[in-house]
């Protein structure tokens, strides 16, 4: 982890190719964005495609009062609960093996939303359209990509990064926390 209460600690990552996990640098850039924006702080996270569970353990560490980490695979589930159980953040989540579209489906209300997706990923429309709901009115939704992601109307960019071959985008439904 990058800072924070466990800032300095490792954490494991699933075998194989199919996740990407986000490297320290950029996680360091958009933490350090988002605190400028005072967004992590007792928010309620919500991590879709979990991988490792990274970026939702960071906003944990940096004091997100609750992350729900979502993934598909059974394997980065395991490898997520096992990090935040050698954390001490396992109380403070709630770790879901489902597709992200059908988490969403259940509902809830989200402050701050980390999509970190396979690249390949190109169902964004739909969901956007999931997520929308379960937005609090001041969200913040960071997507990480290769390439710039159109954002739908009611969600308006509020800043974007690239990294290399990695891009960063911060978007509000209200088009700016307060």
Do not use: C
Request: proline share 7%.
């Amino acid at each position: 982890m990058v800072a924070g209460s466990a800032g300095g600690r490792r954490i494991d990552v699933p075998p194989g190719t199919t996740t990407r996990p986000t490297s320290d640098r950029v996680r360091e850039a958009l933490f350090n964005a988002l605190d400028s924006l005072d967004v992590v702080e007792d928010r309620q996270v919500l991590d879709g495609f979990a991988g490792s569970g990274a970026l939702g353990i960071e906003a944990l560490s940096r004091g997100a009062a609750h992350a729900t980490f979502v993934d598909t695979d059974p394997v980065a589930v395991r490898v997520v609960e096992a990090n935040l159980g050698s954390l001490g953040l396992d109380r403070r989540a709630t770790v879901l093996t489902r597709a992200l579209d059908r988490a969403l489906a259940v509902g809830g209300s989200f402050d701050l939303v980390l999509l970190d997706p396979p690249y390949a990923y190109d169902e964004w429309d739909d969901l956007f359209e999931l997520l929308a709901p379960t937005l609090s009115p001041d969200a913040v939704v960071v997507v990480e990509s290769d390439r710039e992601i159109p954002l739908p109307p009611g969600l308006a960019g509020i800043r974007s990064k690239t990294y290399g071959g990695t891009v960063v985008q911060f978007a509000s439904p209200s088009g700016a926390p307060s």
